[in-house]
């Protein structure tokens, strides 16, 4: 008789648990893996860039991001997003490139601002620099990066040159610090993703360029959640604490604060 029970209340615990996982389906809660495969979401992991729609991160881990993938309008369009997929694929090593997602971001924002000037601090081998230039093609801008190595700089040079940016792009070489002293004209788009710590330098010599409604946005705001780059920490304290901005974060992959200088 006990043995019967066991066996009913066994069942009954079964049940129930399959009844609760159905529930939370259908409320979305997380669901299996394959089932998040199904409804086109994907996981943090996630890299490379993979044209067409409806592709999905192996594992499924996280369930955080919708995906969607660049669809070029044009063949030159094309041969940038191709360039950018090699130096995605074969020079990431070393090159502390920001991922796709978030150049994705900038080449938004920059074609949403109709930007005429970016200025970059940390060009590296070019790999954000070129999304800038894929927006800046649209918006007849130009590109002014800045980079300190000069290993970074002569391949950022290559890039530029055969992703047929290079006559949109001035790389300036040398220590940024120095070098952003010498830019009187006014600037649409701040890109800040070179040494953390001079992040609030950075903001202070270059914000009374920026023209009201410009932005300045700066990579790896993700650094603050580990305690690292007080230099991060401050720069964050500034362009939230000041009336004339509005920053929102998206904190996807490194992390970019996005700033607004106020009309
Ligand atoms: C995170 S990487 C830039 C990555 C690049 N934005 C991309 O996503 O392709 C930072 C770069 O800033 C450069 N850098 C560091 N300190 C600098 C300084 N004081 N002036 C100019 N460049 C600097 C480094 O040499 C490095 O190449």
Same mark, same amino acid.
């Given at each position: 008789?006990?043995?019967?029970?066991?066996?009913?209340?066994?069942?009954?615990?079964?049940?129930?648990?399959?009844? !609760?996982?159905?529930?939370?389906?259908?409320?979305?809660?997380?669901?299996?893996?394959?089932?998040?495969?199904?409804?086109?979401? /994907?996981?943090?992991?996630?890299?490379?860039?993979?044209?067409?729609?409806?592709?999905?991160?192996?594992?499924?881990?996280?369930?955080?991001?919708?995906?969607?993938?660049?669809?070029?309008?044009?063949?030159?369009?094309?041969?940038?997003?191709?360039?950018?997929?090699?130096?995605?694929?074969?020079?990431?090593?070393? /090159? /502390? !490139?920001?991922?796709?997602?978030?150049?994705?971001?900038?080449? +938004?924002?920059?074609?949403?601002?109709?930007?005429?000037?970016?200025?970059?601090?940390?060009?590296?081998?070019?790999?954000?620099?070129?999304?800038?230039?894929?927006?800046?093609?649209?918006?007849?801008?130009?590109?002014?990066?800045?980079?300190?190595?000069?290993?970074?700089?002569?391949?950022?040079?290559?890039?530029?040159?055969?992703?047929?940016?290079?006559? /949109?792009?001035?790389?300036?070489?040398?220590?940024?610090?120095?070098?952003?002293?010498?830019?009187?004209?006014?600037?649409?788009?701040?890109?800040?993703?070179?040494?953390?710590?001079?992040?609030?330098?950075?903001?202070?010599?270059?914000?009374?360029?920026?023209?009201?409604?410009?932005?300045?946005?700066?990579? !790896?705001?993700?650094?603050?959640?580990?305690?690292?780059?007080?230099?991060?920490?401050?720069?964050?304290?500034?362009?939230?604490?000041?009336?004339?901005?509005?920053?929102?974060?998206?904190?996807?992959?490194?992390?970019?604060?996005?700033? +607004?200088?106020?009309?």
């Amino acid at each position: 008789m006990l043995k019967k029970i066991m066996l009913v209340v066994t069942v009954a615990v079964l049940l129930a648990a399959v009844a !609760n996982l159905i529930a939370q389906d259908e409320n979305n809660e997380p669901a299996s893996p394959q089932t998040q495969r199904q409804r086109g979401v /994907m996981g943090r992991g996630d890299r490379g860039m993979r044209r067409g729609p409806g592709r999905f991160a192996p594992g499924g881990a996280d369930a955080s991001l919708i995906v969607s993938s660049p669809m070029p309008k044009t063949e030159q369009e094309k041969k940038i997003l191709d360039v950018l997929d090699d130096m995605d694929k074969n020079q990431r090593r070393g /090159m /502390m !490139n920001v991922p796709v997602e978030d150049g994705r971001l900038l080449r +938004l924002l920059t074609e949403t601002v109709g930007a005429k000037h970016v200025i970059e601090i940390g060009t590296s081998n070019g790999y954000s620099g070129i999304w800038f230039c894929l927006a800046l093609r649209k918006t007849g801008g130009k590109l002014t990066t800045y980079e300190i190595d000069a290993r970074r700089a002569s391949l950022a040079r290559e890039n530029f040159k055969r992703a047929g940016v290079d006559k /949109m792009v001035t790389l300036v070489e040398g220590d940024a610090h120095e070098t952003v002293k010498k830019l009187k004209e006014p600037i649409d788009v701040v890109f800040i993703d070179a040494d953390k710590e001079g992040y609030p330098d950075y903001l202070n010599k270059l914000l009374p360029l920026v023209r009201p409604g410009g932005l300045i946005l700066a990579h !790896n705001i993700n650094m603050m959640r580990g305690g690292r780059g007080s230099g991060i920490q401050d720069y964050v304290n500034a362009v939230t604490t000041n009336p004339d901005l509005e920053t929102v974060f998206y904190l996807q992959g490194g992390g970019v604060s996005v700033t +607004l200088k106020k009309r």
